[in-house]
């Protein structure tokens, strides 16, 4: 099993910054890769990507910084300059390539965490 957990969501105000973590954790396999981004949703709007390791939204592109730790399989999002528009649920996702325990490829798996909210007052 693949699993993310995200934390750091809170209630800033607009200017504000927040750090968002996202840790990556595996059972029952060998060894798994974590490839993490950051996706959001708004109410009454559809997921959308925020960044990876590769890249950023548009909308948010030189007020975000992504950031990991691969010996911890945590990737974190730092967010600065916090608008009221940046009001959503943030989510992490994986997508990991496993092995078993006899070292044979287990598959490919992708995974969401269950969210962590950010609300900008203005």
């Known amino acids: 099993q693949v699993q993310v957990v995200e934390s750091g969501g809170a209630s800033v105000q607009a200017g504000g910054s927040l750090r968002l973590s996202c840790v990556g954790s595996?059972?029952?396999?060998?060894?798994?890769?974590?490839?993490m981004s950051w996706y959001r949703q708004a109410p009454g709007k559809e997921r959308e990507f925020v960044s990876n390791s590769t890249g950023y939204a548009d909308s948010v592109k030189g007020r975000f910084a992504v950031s990991q730790d691969n010996d911890m399989n945590t990737l974190y999002l730092q967010m600065n300059s916090l608008k009221p528009e940046d009001t959503a649920m943030y989510y992490c996702?994986?997508?990991?390539?496993?092995?078993?325990?006899?070292?044979?490829?287990?598959?490919?798996?992708?995974?969401w965490g269950q969210g962590t909210q950010v609300t900008v007052s203005s």
């Open positions: 595996q059972s029952g396999y060998t060894y798994c890769t974590f490839s």
């Open positions: 996702k994986t997508k990991s390539f496993c092995l078993d325990s006899g070292g044979y490829p287990a598959g490919d798996f992708v995974a």
